[in-house]
């Protein structure tokens, strides 16, 4: 289901793959377990400059661009063969636990996602 009928991967897959780097920076900064669940999508835009097949490899890239009051904006690029094939980005917002309302980022969230 992850590719279509000829072989190339589903452009949805990106925003997977995407989502997974995004949860492995957070554990890398030690801040998953405050932001698991905490960041819902309010913006995903996705270009594609060539094909990704199944069983090419490929080199996931996140980064955070901006960091709002919020909201938070990843830059992500996909590449394979050394050649970028995908580019794009992502905005969430952090929103609190029990209401599900966008709230502030704490100031060491802030400090550990700080662009």
Do not use: C
């Not at 289901?1 to 030690?30: C, F, K, Q, Y």
């Not at 919020?70 to 969430?92: C, F, L, N, Q, W």
């Amino acid at each position: 289901m992850d590719t279509d009928a000829a072989g190339i991967w589903h452009h949805s897959v990106v925003t997977r793959w995407a989502e997974e780097a995004e949860a492995e920076l957070h554990r890398r900064l030690g801040i998953i377990d405050e932001t698991f669940g905490m960041t819902p999508r309010v913006h995903t835009e996705f270009d594609f400059a060539d094909v990704l097949r199944f069983d090419d490899e490929a080199d996931i890239k996140l980064w955070v661009s901006a960091l709002g009051e919020t909201s938070i904006t990843y830059e992500v690029e996909i590449a394979s063969s050394a050649k970028t094939v995908v580019t794009g980005r992502m905005v969430a917002v952090l929103i609190g636990g029990d209401n599900g309302q966008k709230r502030t980022w704490p100031d060491h969230l802030r400090e550990s996602l700080s662009p």
